[in-house]
Structures are given as structure tokens and as C-alpha cells.
């Protein structure tokens, strides 16, 4: 069974830019979450998605936004990047909301 | 708002030794507490999930405790191995944030062959 999966793996951007980050969940998966890791904030909750509803989103600007489609796939997107955003983002996917998280391999995301 | 700490942030220690990883909570209205392992470059590996109804759960070296009462979760590692070499974050859920995972800053393990 197919892990969750993420791509771009590395991305580097500059200043200004935006970018959009993608998630595939485990088949059968309809909760799908990300997270930002940096050194200095550890691991910070984005969002949360379920059945193409944004069900939960934590404490970021309106910059960042996401969206889940039908098959659950999902993709999360950065406008105006500034150096700050330079983090590993992290999707998350689980049956249902609250359920057991599985993480793919994150987003490396650079920002010049 | 809920805060996860853990402490100590790094620790080595020499193979074959048992160890103990711990995790502090600050709301007692814990929903689920969940281990992870991260290797460097890589996502989060989940180890154990223990329910607010529950006490301890196992998987092989591994055990982990939750104590709402007090705020606390440990995660055991029995007989340990270089290979057991990683950070390890616990994460909560709790009843007033919508079930979103609220983390600590991980504990890196270094195990010396």
C-alpha cells in the first residue's frame, strides 16, 4: 500500500513568488493535513481537510491556503513568499478526522 | 492554549541501554497522544497512539505511557540499537482545539554503538 506522497520534494523560490505544494493521501484516506517545520517553531498544524471542507486551520496569514479535491488529493499554496516561509512542509493523511496521522516525506521549500 | 514540552532536547546514550523519553501536557483534556520517530530529511514515522481511555500501549521495544492526571507521557525503549538514532516527538490531541495535533520540539537520540 502506497504511502502518503508529496511533490515536489525540494523547491526553491524567491522572494515575491508563490507556490503550490502537493499532497497524495494513503488510497482509502479522506483527512488530509499539513503542517510547517522550521529549527526555530518546530512543528506548526496549517490546516486540515476532509471531504474537500477545510475542517480545522491553525494560526497562519491568509498567504497560505489549501484545497482538497474529490479524490482526496490535495495541495496547499504559499503567495508572496518571504524568507520566513522557508520550511519543510508536511502532509499528513488519516481515515477520518482525529484518526491516526500517517506523514509523507515533505516539502523542502527554500526561499531566496 | 495547550503546550507540549519535551525535555531533555538531545540524548546519548550507549547501545544495549533501556531508556525513557518524556513528553509534558498542559491540558488535562487529552483526546489522543501520539509518538513519532523523524530521520533527518524525512517525515514523521508513527510509533504509538495511546487514547485518553488508556494507559499504555506497546509495539515490540517499544512502550508508552499516559498519565492525564499529571500531565505526562513517556515513551520506553528497551534494549537500544544505533539504529533507534532519531528525533522523537510526542503530539497531543485535545478536546477544545478541534482535534488538531499540537507538538513538542522533539528529543534528538543519539544511540552509541
Known amino acids: 500500500k502506497a504511502g502518503v506522497t508529496q511533490t515536489p520534494r525540494y523547491l526553491i523560490k524567491t522572494r515575491g513568488q508563490q507556490v503550490t505544494l502537493s499532497c497524495s493521501p494513503i488510497?482509502?484516506?479522506?483527512?488530509v493535513s499539513w503542517y510547517q517545520q522550521t529549527p526555530g517553531q518546530g512543528l506548526q498544524f496549517l490546516f486540515e481537510?476532509?471531504?474537500?471542507?477545510?475542517?480545522n486551520k491553525g494560526n497562519f496569514p491568509g498567504r497560505f491556503s489549501g484545497r482538497q479535491f474529490s479524490n482526496s488529493r490535495s495541495e496547499m499554496n504559499v503567495s508572496t513568499l518571504e524568507l520566513g516561509d522557508s520550511a519543510l512542509y508536511l502532509c499528513?493523511?488519516?481515515?477520518?478526522?482525529?484518526?491516526?496521522?500517517?506523514f509523507g516525506d515533505g516539502t523542502r521549500l527554500s526561499i531566496l | 492554549k495547550q503546550e507540549v514540552t519535551q525535555i531533555p532536547a538531545a540524548l546519548s546514550v550507549p547501545e544495549g541501554e533501556n531508556l525513557v523519553l518524556n513528553c509534558s501536557f498542559t491540558d488535562s483534556a487529552i483526546y489522543n497522544l501520539q509518538w513519532f520517530r523523524q530521520d533527518p530529511g524525512k517525515g514523521l514515522t508513527s510509533l504509538l497512539l495511546i487514547q485518553s481511555s488508556q494507559r499504555e500501549q506497546t509495539s515490540g521495544r517499544l512502550n508508552a505511557s499516559l498519565d492525564k492526571s499529571s500531565g505526562r507521557s513517556t515513551l520506553y525503549i528497551a534494549a537500544s540499537q544505533p539504529g533507534d538514532s532519531a528525533t522523537y516527538l510526542c503530539?497531543?490531541?485535545?478536546?477544545?482545539?478541534?482535534?488538531?495535533?499540537?507538538f513538542g520540539s522533539g528529543t534528538q537520540l543519539t544511540v552509541l554503538p
Open positions: 503530539a497531543g490531541r485535545f478536546s477544545g482545539s478541534a482535534r488538531q495535533l499540537t
Open positions: 481537510y476532509f471531504s474537500e471542507t477545510q475542517r
Open positions: 488510497s482509502g484516506h479522506r483527512s
Open positions: 499528513a493523511s488519516s481515515l477520518e478526522v482525529g484518526q491516526p496521522q500517517h
